[in-house]
Nanobody, 123 residues
C-alpha cells in the first residue's frame, strides 16, 4: 500500500496560483493511478483531477478545466496539481489519492489517501 503526504496548500487571493504536491512512499508508485479530490465545508469529497500511471491520460472536472494542471514524476514518486486563476469556490481541503485498479477517471475505488492540505482563496 502506498502512503501519501500532501503539501503546498495555503491562503491566496482570487486570481492567484498554488502548486500542490503529493509525495508517495511505498513500492510501485508508477503502477498507481493518482487523483486529487477536494472537500469544502458541509460538502462531499469530490474528484477534481486524475492522471493515469504513465501520465498520458488526464481528467479534469469541468469547473477546473483550463485552470488546473495535474502531472506526475514517477522518478520522484510525486504527483502535482498546479492551480491557476484561483477562485473563492476553489476553497477546500485537497486530498491526494491513489489506486491500482480501475479507470483513473472513475472516482470510486481510490483506496489510499493523504491527510489533506487546506486551500483558502480570499475574495
Amino acid at each position: 500500500q502506498v502512503q501519501l503526504v500532501e503539501s503546498g496548500g495555503g491562503l491566496v487571493q482570487t486570481g492567484g496560483s498554488l502548486r500542490l504536491s503529493c509525495a508517495a512512499s511505498g513500492r510501485s508508485f508508477s503502477s498507481y493511478s493518482m487523483a486529487w479530490f477536494r472537500q469544502a465545508p458541509g460538502e462531499e469529497r469530490n474528484l477534481v483531477s486524475a492522471i493515469n500511471w504513465s501520465g498520458t491520460g488526464t481528467y479534469y472536472v469541468d469547473s477546473v478545466r483550463g485552470r488546473f494542471t495535474i502531472s506526475r514524476d514517477n522518478a520522484k514518486n510525486t504527483v502535482y496539481l498546479q492551480m491557476n486563476s484561483l477562485k473563492p469556490e476553489d476553497t477546500a481541503v485537497y486530498y491526494c489519492a491513489a489506486k491500482r485498479y480501475g479507470n483513473y477517471y472513475v472516482p470510486g475505488s481510490y483506496d489510499a489517501w493523504g491527510q489533506g492540505t487546506q486551500v483558502i482563496v480570499s475574495s
